[in-house]
């Protein structure tokens, strides 16, 4: 009972060897997640699109209207760039997780694929 609690938590030289079944099933796992989240990250990348826009647009008039005409506006954009910068990265960011969602893994779908088809090749064939 030792050696196999041992043999789970600790990784002696490197990391234990999955079997074939583990591995597929740690595949369909990620894939399930893939696309069980991708409506979520959609949902989040057009609301922080939006949110981006319309709080970033008035901010900027409000930066203007403080301080005024007879500056250049340098200050007003660097300021704005400044706070909407990881703003837009965690927008295209979601916009990124959104679309890998979408798609999918190919690769991962195929080896999927022929796993199946020759699990099931081998059980009819044994029959």
């Keep these: 009972m030792l050696s196999l609690t041992l043999r789970k938590t600790v990784a ?4 234990r060897r999955l079997t074939d079944e583990e591995c597929v099933a740690r595949v369909r796992k990620s894939q399930a997640h893939l696309t069980r989240t991708r409506v979520i990250w959609t949902g989040l990348a057009g609301l922080s699109m939006i949110l981006f826009v319309s709080v970033g647009g008035r901010f900027y008039h409000l930066l203007c209207a403080l301080i005024g005409k007879d500056g250049t506006g340098f200050a007003a954009g660097f300021l704005v760039g400044l706070m909407f910068g990881p703003y837009l990265y965690a927008t295209l960011t979601c916009l990124l997780l959104a679309w890998k969602g979408r798609l999918g893994n190919r690769t991962e779908e195929l080896m999927l694929r022929y796993y199946d ?10 029959q």
Excluded: D, K, L, M
């Design 12 to 15: 002696w030289f490197g990391p």
């Design 117 to 126: 088809e020759s699990r099931a090749a081998a059980s009819t064939g044994a």
